[in-house]
């Protein structure tokens, strides 16, 4: 999972998609064995060519969330390709910063996908029960307003 695969209609529904190469697991105890994705989102798991499931996208998903909440990679990204993989294996695991900017919820969401062993990942069914997602769940959210707000105030240049 990448953002380039998070699609937003203009009536705000999300769609995940995923253009390239692709594989069915028919259930959690199926893996794939490819090389395949980008370098960015990868899992510890994938860049050493183990075998990885669905929590490789768990991985993914608390990068992306990580930088959709800070505004940045946690990762460097003007390492050239051998270092920037080393970077992911070897640094510790990205955290969101306790600067009073983040709730106590959305740091320990972020912390629960982005743990580097695979197996202590929580899985979809448990971040789906996370106080950081249940927070949110009975609010009524307008995303296609809020979007048209945003396009409204872009400014395009020619």
Not at 55 to 84: C, M, Q, R
Request: with cysteine.
């Amino acid at each position: 999972m990448k953002p380039a695969n998070i699609l937003v209609n203009s009536e705000g529904f999300v769609k995940l998609t995923d253009f390239g190469i692709t594989k069915t697991l028919e259930n959690t105890a199926e893996f794939c064995t490819t090389f395949v994705g980008t370098k960015n989102y990868m899992s510890p798991e994938r860049i050493l060519g183990k075998e990885y499931s669905y929590s490789s996208d768990i991985w993914s998903l608390g990068l992306i969330v990580y930088e959709l909440a800070t505004g940045n990679f946690p990762y460097n990204f003007s390492k050239v390709f051998i270092e920037h993989l080393d970077c992911i294996l070897k640094e510790p695991e990205p955290t969101l910063p306790g600067n009073g900017r983040f709730s106590p919820e959305l740091q320990n969401f972020v912390t629960r996908c982005l743990r580097k062993k695979a197996e202590e990942r929580d899985s979809v069914i448990e971040l789906c029960a996370h106080p950081w997602i249940l927070k949110y769940s009975d609010r009524d959210a307008n995303l296609e307003l809020w979007l048209a707000q945003v396009f409204d105030c872009m400014v395009i240049d020619d």
